[in-house]
């Protein structure tokens, strides 16, 4: 499976014509102990770089934006009762949307694992 990245923390695992959506690491770093998800319904249709759910943390609270455009599939129940699993497994367990991806080309202006490593790379 193939995982893309954006500038904004946010990625997505392709199987398909569909994907499943998350944040990194990174930006769960910076976020601190994530205390609430708010998860978009089911069936809702997204834009590319459109806010697609919101997470709070002791931090800040932090918009997710969708990788591409695409209509929401499911959403990970277990995030909204417990958020925490996003800080313990954010690429596993703590993903957030899996989504119907809309047009496939979009993925192109994505970053693969090593450009987004050095991408941040240039943020440290």
């Known amino acids: 499976m193939d995982f893309f990245f954006t ?4 990625w997505i695992r392709i199987d398909g014509l569909n994907g499943t959506v998350g944040i990194t690491s990174y930006a769960v770093e910076q976020l601190g102990d994530i205390t609430f998800v708010e998860l978009p319904r089911p069936g809702r249709e997204v834009k590319q770089s459109e806010v697609l759910c919101a997470i709070e943390s002791v931090k800040a ?3 997710i934006f969708a990788p591409v455009s695409g209509k929401v599939l499911a ?3 277990l995030v ?3 958020p925490e699993i996003v800080n313990r497994s954010s690429e596993e367990e703590g993903w957030l949307v899996r989504m119907a991806i809309a047009d496939p ?5 994505l970053m693969t694992r090593e450009q987004y490593e050095e991408y941040l790379g240039g943020l440290l």
Request: hydrophobic share 20%.
């Open 105 to 109: 080309a979009e993925l192109q202006g």
């Open 61 to 63: 609270a932090s918009d």
């Open 75 to 77: 959403v990970n129940e």
């Open 80 to 82: 909204e009762t417990e």
């Open 7 to 10: 500038k904004e923390h946010e």
